[in-house]
């Protein structure tokens, strides 16, 4: 290509390429062949930024041979359009591609066109735009379309809990009102009178099941205060080894003196879906689960709070159940991805546990390896650590696992 050539418009080519060095796109010109015959110097400073080597796509390079090489599975179809651009089977081709930096996270979009020059030579421009902006743009909005949608299908869920306590409640009262009249009827010598006294027993554990589900599903505004973590977690095994079948056990330990600021039905559904994942982990097995409390700060918390508080309760729930695959602990906190073992699960189970101990100035650290089991340790502030060093309690949210 002759820099200096002049084009029809009177323009010369080393005008027009100055023009391309302007642009704030990364642009080159291929021949016939695919060969590099020139770049523009915001194309040079990208390769040179990026450490890309010396010749391999500048001047004198064969471009489709550097892309090839460069280029993972999932861009195959860019490397062949372009590839057709080049051989002249199409005039035009565009399409988006990943381009990340250990830093940085970038997308490009890229455009070939086709063009013969004065002597009839077939030629390809090829521009690189910049396109990350956009792409954050849409992951976002994609982001709050997904978040309205989890906490309609949340709402609704909590709507038909509701319902069923209702009238599961209703159902248990007629049981109970019957166990009693057979009661009265039956003498204290009678081999039925321990059966009733049993069977009024379950009933009135069931309604004590049936209420508690009942607050969980109240919409309410949080109510924060000094919640003692041990009873919490009786309250919450108690809750569990309900629905656990003989071969598992569910035990709690550790120190009964520490307390958190929080709201107390969030906490109780944090561990509540803790305990649920490692029931499932456990199903079809003999196994143990385990709720144990202690002081221990985590590595690091997010949101600023990094040296806000001294002093941390740990609430850790272990299993020796199946454990995460590689794709589970990438996923886990992911909105309606549940752990491959977690067949029936809505997926909604760890996301809303780690929004609800984010609200609260807290994390959730996990160590799992396939086939050992799984333990999740959740980070709270104490509460006897001064009032003014607490993060403040913001409402939960569902909780977006971070790109890249």
Known sequence: ??????????????????AFDGLDVHVCVLDAGGTVRWVNDRWRRFAEANGLPAGSCSEGA???????????????ELVDGLRQVVDGERTEFAGDYPCHSPTQQRWFQLVARSFRGEDGERGTIVAHSDITARVLAEQERSAVQRNLLQLQRMESLGTSAR??????????????????LAQLHTLPTA???????????AVDRAR????????????????????PLRALADEVAMLVRASLPSTQKLTVDGDATLAVRTDRAQLRQLLLNLCNNAA????????????SLRRERPASLSGGHEHAVD?????????????????????????????????QSSGLGLNVALAIAKSHGGTIAVTSEPGAGASFRVFLPLASAAPSELPRPQPASLAQPKTG
């Open 62 to 76: 064969r471009y489709l041979v550097a892309g090839s090489t460069a280029a993972a599975d999932e861009e195959a």
């Open 311 to 343: 002093d941390f309760a740990c609430i850790e729930v272990r299993d020796d159940g199946r454990g995460l695959t590689p794709d589970d602990r990438r996923r886990l906190f992911e909105p309606f991805h549940a752990p491959s073992y977690a067949r």
């Open 191 to 201: 081999p039925t009178h321990d059966l009733l006294a049993e069977m009024t027993h």
């Open 208 to 227: 004590s099941l049936v209420a508690r589900l009942y607050d969980l599903t109240q919409a309410r505004a949080p109510r924060y205060e000094p919640v």
């Open 1 to 18: 290509m002759n820099r200096f050539e002049r084009s029809p418009s009177g323009i010369s080519m080393a005008q027009l390429l100055a």
């Open 280 to 291: 499932d982990a456990l199903a079809g097995r003999t196994g143990t689960m385990a709720i």
């Open 163 to 180: 319902w069923i306590a209702h009238e599961f409640n209703n159902v248990l009262t007629t049981l109970v009102g019957n166990l009693e």
